[in-house]
C-alpha cells in the first residue's frame, strides 16, 4: 500500500467512526455528472468518460449498502439527453444497456427498477431495462432506480396524465376531480411511487444546480456539491456526504 493510498483509508475509517450513531440517509440520488469532461482532460472520446463513470457504480452501490442506505437513485440519462449527436448517444445507450444487465446479473441483490420516459428511448433500451426491472422484482437488496430518459418536469406531466386516465377510466368527472385532488394523489403517479423521497442528492463534477432531478420528490432533500468528477468520485467523497448530511438539522417547511 502506497503512502497515499495509507492516509485514504486511515481518513476513511476516521470519517466512519464520525458517522457512527448519526442519523443516516435512506435514500440518497446521485447526478452522476462529469464523465464527458474528464473523458476531454484526457484526450478520449466521450463514450470512454461514460464507461469509466460506468465502472464506478458498482463501488458506489457497495458503499450505500455498507452504510444502510435502502434506495439510491442514479441519473444516467436525462430527456434533455437524448438530442446529443447520435454518434455520441448510440454508445451512451450501449453502456446504459450493459449497467442494467450487469446491475441485475443473478449474483447480485440489488432490486433494479426504471425511471424516466421509457417511451422516447430506443425500444431495445427500453426492453433491457423492463427486464432488468422484471428479473430483480423479488430480491431484497438495495433498490436502484436507474433514470434513463428522465426529466423532472417530464414525470410530473407523466403523474399527472396518469392521474387524469385512471379517473377517466373509473367516470370521475373533472369538476369532482378538482374537489379532492391533492399533492398525496399526484405523488402517488409519480415514477417512484411507493418510495420514500431522497433524503440526500449527491451531485458531482462541482455543477451547484438539480437540473431537474427529482424535481417533485427532493422538496426537503439536502444536497451536497462535489468537485471531483463523477470518474474519479472516491469512497471519501461519498463519506463526506453522509457526514454533511449527518450533521445538518433536516427542516420542513422553512
Given at each position: 500500500?502506497?503512502?497515499?493510498?495509507?492516509?485514504?483509508?486511515?481518513?476513511?475509517?476516521?470519517?466512519?467512526?464520525?458517522?457512527?450513531?448519526?442519523?443516516?440517509?435512506?435514500h440518497v440520488g446521485v447526478i452522476l455528472d462529469g464523465n464527458r469532461r474528464w473523458a476531454r482532460a484526457l484526450g478520449e472520446d466521450a463514450a470512454h468518460g461514460h464507461r469509466r463513470g460506468?465502472?464506478?457504480?458498482?463501488?458506489?452501490?457497495?458503499?450505500?449498502?455498507?452504510?444502510?442506505v435502502e434506495v439510491v437513485t442514479l441519473w444516467l440519462l436525462s430527456t434533455d439527453n437524448l438530442a446529443r449527436p447520435q454518434a455520441e448517444l448510440d454508445p451512451l445507450l450501449d453502456i446504459i444497456e450493459a449497467v442494467a444487465e450487469d446491475l441485475a446479473a443473478p449474483h447480485r441483490s440489488w432490486?433494479?427498477?426504471a425511471v424516466g420516459a421509457l417511451d422516447?428511448?430506443?425500444?431495445e433500451t427500453a426492453q433491457v431495462?423492463?427486464?432488468?426491472?422484471?428479473?430483480?422484482?423479488?430480491?431484497?437488496?438495495?433498490?436502484?432506480?436507474?433514470?434513463?430518459?428522465?426529466?423532472?418536469?417530464?414525470?410530473?406531466?407523466d403523474a399527472v396524465r396518469s392521474l387524469l386516465h385512471e379517473h377517466a377510466d373509473r367516470g370521475t368527472a373533472i369538476e369532482d376531480l378538482a374537489e379532492f385532488l391533492d399533492v398525496d394523489h399526484i405523488a402517488d403517479h409519480l415514477y417512484t411511487?411507493?418510495?420514500?423521497?431522497?433524503?440526500?442528492?449527491?451531485?458531482?463534477?462541482?455543477?451547484?444546480?438539480?437540473?431537474g432531478f427529482l424535481l417533485w420528490q427532493s422538496a426537503h432533500s439536502e444536497f451536497y456539491f462535489c468537485d471531483a468528477l463523477w470518474p474519479d468520485f472516491r469512497r471519501?467523497?461519498?463519506?463526506?456526504?453522509?457526514?454533511?448530511y449527518s450533521a445538518r438539522h433536516r427542516r420542513y417547511g422553512g
Amino acid at each position: 500500500m502506497s503512502v497515499r493510498e495509507l492516509v485514504y483509508a486511515l481518513y476513511e475509517r476516521r470519517l466512519l467512526r464520525q458517522l457512527q450513531g448519526r442519523p443516516g440517509p435512506r435514500h440518497v440520488g446521485v447526478i452522476l455528472d462529469g464523465n464527458r469532461r474528464w473523458a476531454r482532460a484526457l484526450g478520449e472520446d466521450a463514450a470512454h468518460g461514460h464507461r469509466r463513470g460506468a465502472d464506478k457504480i458498482e463501488e458506489l452501490l457497495r458503499w450505500c449498502t455498507e452504510t444502510s442506505v435502502e434506495v439510491v437513485t442514479l441519473w444516467l440519462l436525462s430527456t434533455d439527453n437524448l438530442a446529443r449527436p447520435q454518434a455520441e448517444l448510440d454508445p451512451l445507450l450501449d453502456i446504459i444497456e450493459a449497467v442494467a444487465e450487469d446491475l441485475a446479473a443473478p449474483h447480485r441483490s440489488w432490486r433494479i427498477k426504471a425511471v424516466g420516459a421509457l417511451d422516447l428511448l430506443p425500444p431495445e433500451t427500453a426492453q433491457v431495462l423492463k427486464t432488468a426491472s422484471e428479473r430483480t422484482e423479488d430480491r431484497r437488496g438495495l433498490s436502484v432506480n436507474m433514470a434513463v430518459g428522465y426529466g423532472g418536469r417530464r414525470e410530473i406531466a407523466d403523474a399527472v396524465r396518469s392521474l387524469l386516465h385512471e379517473h377517466a377510466d373509473r367516470g370521475t368527472a373533472i369538476e369532482d376531480l378538482a374537489e379532492f385532488l391533492d399533492v398525496d394523489h399526484i405523488a402517488d403517479h409519480l415514477y417512484t411511487r411507493g418510495q420514500p423521497d431522497p433524503d440526500l442528492v449527491i451531485r458531482t463534477s462541482g455543477e451547484q444546480r438539480l437540473s431537474g432531478f427529482l424535481l417533485w420528490q427532493s422538496a426537503h432533500s439536502e444536497f451536497y456539491f462535489c468537485d471531483a468528477l463523477w470518474p474519479d468520485f472516491r469512497r471519501v467523497d461519498f463519506l463526506r456526504a453522509l457526514r454533511s448530511y449527518s450533521a445538518r438539522h433536516r427542516r420542513y417547511g422553512g
